[in-house]
């Protein structure tokens, strides 16, 4: 079943840390900049071991890597000043590494690092639970060779940004609608009273079809089509016993009207679905999990 309201978005993770990480920073330019990036794992590799002479930080699900690392670029070369802490309050006594034991000097010129380092810039328009997968407007791409800046370019996300923003708007818009039908099937229906012959309640899952006007047209028992020709209107459920169902549903919302929205002028299909406790009394809706994003 396709929504009109619904636009499924995939996400293609760089890392595949399972929550989003604390990052490194890059003094760059004057400015101390976060960065989606970590050189010093490249360093580890080079020496087939982990090791940080004299440490004591504080790790977390969000910094895996158990420290945290600042860089600098001085003219086309980047350098390690600083190796330490991801967090300060853990109830450790924080030490950081000690390059000099490590490297033999306290400023480290990264000569074992070839890649790129990834700057992240302007809004953060999606934030994503996983490494450093999150999205910004722009990006700034510094590549290195052997530690030695060979290029760099400004990557611009604006086309993701605006699908972004435009899929952010309309789970905003049908939360909006589904509140506002909620409230009035809540109050125009007595639920106690409801009969049919199968089913003692009309709670289900449904499908609102409003017109270009912003008018219900049609309320349909949402179903998983086993072909997909078989219509809608004739499936077995939308004929029979949830056919009062469907009535009542579209009696209680006849007064609504969405066109104050601004919505596109074209068809739209809303899922709708509630479920009523008869001990308790109490009417629910229940979102599907797109609308909680």
């Known amino acids: 079943m396709k929504y009109l309201l619904i636009i499924s978005i995939f996400l293609f993770c760089k890392f595949s840390y399972g929550t989003g990480q604390v990052p490194d920073y890059l003094v760059y330019k004057g400015d101390t900049l976060a960065i989606f990036s970590n050189p010093l794992e490249k360093y580890f590799e080079k020496i087939g071991k982990r090791e940080l002479i004299d440490f004591v930080g ?19 070369k980047l350098y390690l000043v600083q190796v330490t802490s991801c967090h300060n309050s853990c109830g450790l006594e924080i030490k950081n590494a000690n390059l000099k034991k490590m490297f033999g000097t306290e400023t480290v010129f990264a000569d074992w690092f070839s890649g790129k380092i990834i700057v992240p810039q302007g809004e953060r328009v999606q934030y994503i639970h996983m490494g450093y997968a999150s999205i910004y407007e722009k990006e700034l791409h510094i590549s290195f060779k052997d530690g030695i800046r060979t290029s760099e370019k400004t990557i611009s996300n604006e086309k993701i940004a605006n699908k972004i923003r435009f899929e ?126």
Do not use: H
């Open 168 to 293: 952010k708007r309309q789970r905003e818009i049908a939360k909006k609608i589904q509140d506002t039908l909620f409230q009035q099937v809540k109050n125009a229906i007595v639920w106690d009273t409801i009969k049919t012959p199968f089913y003692d309640l009309c709670d289900e899952k449904y499908i609102l079809t409003f017109n270009k006007k912003g008018k219900l047209k049609k309320v349909w028992v949402d179903y998983e089509s086993e072909t997909k020709k078989e219509k809608r209107e004739e499936w077995w459920w939308n004929i029979t016993d949830d056919r009062k169902c469907r009535r009542t549903i579209k009696k209680a919302l006849k007064p609504i009207n969405i066109s104050y929205l601004d919505l596109p002028k074209k068809k739209i299909e809303l899922p709708f679905e509630i479920f009523y406790d008869r001990k308790t009394g109490k009417l629910e809706l229940w979102k599907e999990m797109w609308m909680e994003e």
């Open 58 to 76: 504080c790790g977390s699900t969000a910094c895996w890597r158990g420290y945290k690392a600042i860089w600098e670029l001085k003219g086309d």
